[in-house]
């Protein structure tokens, strides 16, 4: 799939639901500057500041920058992508994250759903939304 249909979102009609789909392909295939080049310059990605990645990630690099930071955590872990649906201006995606607890070894999984806001079909927020970020934290390295 080429980056150039994803960056002209806009362009050629596809949903916030489409382009978020297909930036996930991209990520999970770790095609960073493909990915890059989905997003928009002013992107900002909150993560839950409860979590020891939490904050506010910003620029074209941001989603990269998020995965290095939860993966530092959880090398091993696992995302399934359930569904993705959209609207006119905000895409969703619900998943499955599933990590090993660093005390226990045992797997956890969460259900998280990923909101982005899309601008000229580029992606410019994105807020991701774990089912208990308190389990999450407490299971961190």
């Not at 310059?41 to 930071?69: C, N, R, W």
Request: aromatic fraction near 8%; charged fraction near 25%; include cysteine.
């Amino acid at each position: 799939m080429a980056a150039d249909n994803i960056s002209l979102g806009a362009e050629t009609g596809a949903s916030p639901g489409e382009l978020l789909g297909r930036i996930y392909a991209l990520a999970g295939e770790r095609k960073w500057d493909e990915v890059a080049e989905c997003m928009h310059p002013d992107l900002v990605i909150h993560e839950a500041a409860s979590l020891p990645f939490g904050g506010e990630y910003k620029g074209k690099d941001a989603l990269q920058t998020v995965a290095v930071a939860m993966y530092s955590q959880w090398p091993e872990a696992k995302v399934e992508i359930h569904d993705v649906t959209g609207g006119k201006e905000w895409g969703v995606i619900v998943l499955s994250l599933t990590v090993n607890s660093t005390k226990t070894g045992e797997p956890i999984t969460q259900t998280l759903c990923e909101a982005g806001r899309f601008e000229d079909g580029l992606l410019k927020e994105h807020r991701i939304h774990y089912y208990d970020t308190a389990q999450i934290a407490a299971e961190a390295s």
